[in-house]
């Protein structure tokens, strides 16, 4: 475990580390658990309001006794890190898992709703971009998008001068839908999906599906790794890194259900006639 300079009093009493145990030391007015893995037994003692460290001391029975090469020279000024400290690395490693996470759930849905069924979705036309005074902004926040009937949009830009620029961009975008635009308002109309166009849209689908899986699983890998820095720096044990990968799976098997789920919901409207 890494130390670092820290007071601890001067009447710290002595405490022994042990080789490959979890021992305690002494932090205020009460004891903590510190493991080491170091390969010689050392001895803590206090002078001066710090804590140092002597090689040479080993114990018997319950008994300090020092062996002749007793190292009295002080060599290292170091601190266990508390609870409190591992507890939020932890803390943090665990909701950055989730957020990034549910981005990854967040994109996919996006990705999902670009893709063209048989009826008007709004959300159709959400990664559509117009460059609205030199710069690329989002359909729906230049203009009013609304479904007439199931199978149809009328878009109603809030500035009329820039209707040219809104249909330049339906049309070099992925959508496949030819604009009609009245000088007033842009129509678009959904034509029916072909048998063999749905299957298509249906391996795009899968596609964008298994993409989001890889990326839920290196995150989880991300997560773990965090972990295992933490117990090479001794702050976790080998049982803590293997508890808490268990429940980070459960957590990755969780979101995997989620991509499943939509993605069954998108290939059921990708074949509705």
């Known amino acids: 475990m890494p130390f670092s300079s820290t007071a601890v009093g001067s009447s710290a009493p002595k405490a022994l580390l042990l080789s490959r145990a979890t021992d305690l030391y002494f932090h205020g007015n009460s004891y903590e658990r ?24 080993s114990k018997v029975f319950g008994k300090f006794v020092a062996s002749r090469h007793l190292v009295k020279k002080r060599i290292g000024v170091w601190r266990c890190a508390t ?5 939020a690395e932890k803390s943090l490693i665990e909701k950055d898992a989730k957020q990034r996470m549910e981005k990854t759930i967040e994109s996919i849905q996006a990705s999902f709703n670009a893709v063209r069924t048989g009826r008007a ?79 298509e ?9 298994e993409e989001g899986k890889v990326a839920i699983r290196n995150i989880r890998r991300d997560a773990i790794k965090a972990y295992e820095k933490l117990e090479k720096e001794k702050k976790l044990s ?5 508890d808490l990968s268990s429940d980070l799976q459960k957590l990755t098997d969780g979101y ?14 990708l074949l509705k006639v």
């Open 34 to 57: 510190c493991l080491s893995t170091r390969a010689s037994v050392s001895l803590w003692s206090s002078s001066a309001h710090y804590v140092t460290l002597q090689v040479g001391t």
């Open 121 to 199: 979705n709004p959300a159709m036309l959400d990664r559509v971009e117009v460059e609205y005074y030199g710069s690329p902004v989002s359909l729906k926040s230049i203009a009013q998008i609304s479904t007439p009937n199931s199978s149809s949009f009328l878009i109603q830009p809030y500035d009329k001068s820039i209707l040219k620029v809104i249909e330049k961009a339906i049309v070099s975008s992925d959508l496949d839908l030819t604009p009609n635009n009245d000088g007033e308002v842009i129509r678009l109309s959904i034509p029916q999906l072909t048998s063999d166009r749905r299957k």
């Open 238 to 242: 080998e049982d803590n890194v293997k």
């Open 83 to 87: 609870m409190e400290e591992i507890e």
């Open 201 to 209: 849209l249906s391996k795009i689908v899968a596609k964008q599906a």
């Open 256 to 269: 995997m259900k989620k991509i499943e789920s939509i993605q069954k919901q998108k290939e059921k409207e």
